[in-house]
């Protein structure tokens, strides 16, 4: 039994004709007919009743054309996946990443990402920056993108830095912080501190909070959000909230570190995972990153 005679069985058995199935897979009606014959003999039932120009599924080929269409299936899979393999793109990418870019950004990056590999399977999950370094250590996700640590990173993993995002410190206009001409660490410390939570260890931690009152959320969007509710202040990527700014809704704490920049990359065990997908979406995180700076 061979794939080629399956597919044949599939086409002849759809169209109910073999010159019909011999003109749609470009083969002689001779070569469609033997290919069939062979087939049944292989199995050694009748797949077809054959009844002048015209043929039908007998029992056991009606039987039996569910399994012959999911083995077609899976063949062209095999195919597809040895074929993605010799062209160095990866037939499946299991990415992580933060939400420190605007989420606009990862919705046309995707499509476009699958505009140029429609046969790679993509998943993405969403993961605070901490978290990032032990997906890919573990191997839970084939690469990372996020806020890079700036110091105690995994040794052997491969870090990429592909820009660097601008970090501020905020508050609604109508908060105390957002009032003061100068503020000063003990200031930060009185009032309510939004900040990040993420799992390590199978433990809930949370960034070092600069106030012994504090609220810990898992991922920068909520943050702002607490932000725009006056529920604390924060320091969180410009990106998600420069509308806000121009808007005068919330305002940047007037602190001497009241902004700063952080590195965001790639995080990839090592350069043989860096496959076409991953390259591909590198250089448009790059791009965009420089964009956005200019």
């Known amino acids: ?45 009748k797949l077809l009743a054959r009844t002048g120009n015209r043929i039908q599924l007998t029992d056991i080929g009606e039987s039996i054309a569910n399994d012959c269409t999911r083995l077609l299936q899976i063949a062209n899979d095999i195919k597809r996946k040895c074929t993605l393999h010799i062209d160095g793109v990866e ?15 990862w919705r046309d990056t995707l499509n476009r990402l699958k505009e140029k590999f429609p046969n790679t399977s993509i998943s993405i999950y969403a ?26 990173r995994i040794p052997r993993l491969l870090h990429l830095d ?6 501020m410190s905020v508050a609604h206009k109508d908060h105390p912080l ?15 501190e939004i900040i990040l939570a993420y799992i390590e260890d199978d433990n809930l931690k949370t960034d070092i909070p600069n106030s012994t009152n504090y609220i810990a959320l898992a991922f920068y969007e909520y943050l702002s959000h607490a932000v725009l509710d006056g529920t604390g202040w924060s320091n969180v990527p410009a990106l998600l909230i420069n509308e806000h700014l121009r808007q005068g809704t919330i305002k940047v704490i007037k602190h ?13 065990e090592s350069e043989s995972r860096r496959g076409l997908v991953i390259q591909w979406l590198s250089d448009q995180l790059e791009d965009y990153l420089l964009d956005v700076t200019d």
């Not at 005679?5 to 004709?17: N, P």
């Not at 993961?127 to 105690?152: I, K, S």
């Not at 592909?162 to 970090?167: A, D």
Request: proline letters at 4%; charged letters at 25%.
């Open 1 to 45: 039994m061979k794939i080629a005679q399956i597919e044949i069985f599939l086409h002849a058995s759809k169209t109910g004709s073999i010159t019909e199935a011999a003109r749609k897979l470009n083969k002689s009606r001779t070569t469609v007919s033997a290919s069939l014959c062979a087939l049944e003999d292989d199995l050694g039932v």
């Open 91 to 105: 037939s499946v990418v299991r990415i992580a990443r933060d939400d420190a870019l605007p989420e606009s950004f």
């Open 127 to 152: 993961a605070t920056p901490p978290e990032l370094e032990n997906l890919v250590e573990q191997d839970a996700v084939d690469v990372a993108y996020g806020l890079l640590p700036t110091e105690h």
């Open 162 to 167: 592909l820009g660097q995002i601008r970090m």
């Open 178 to 192: 957002s009032q003061l001409r100068k503020v000063t660490s003990e200031d930060f410390a009185r009032y309510t």
């Open 256 to 268: 001497n570190k009241a902004m700063s920049w952080q590195p965001y990359g790639e995080i990839v």
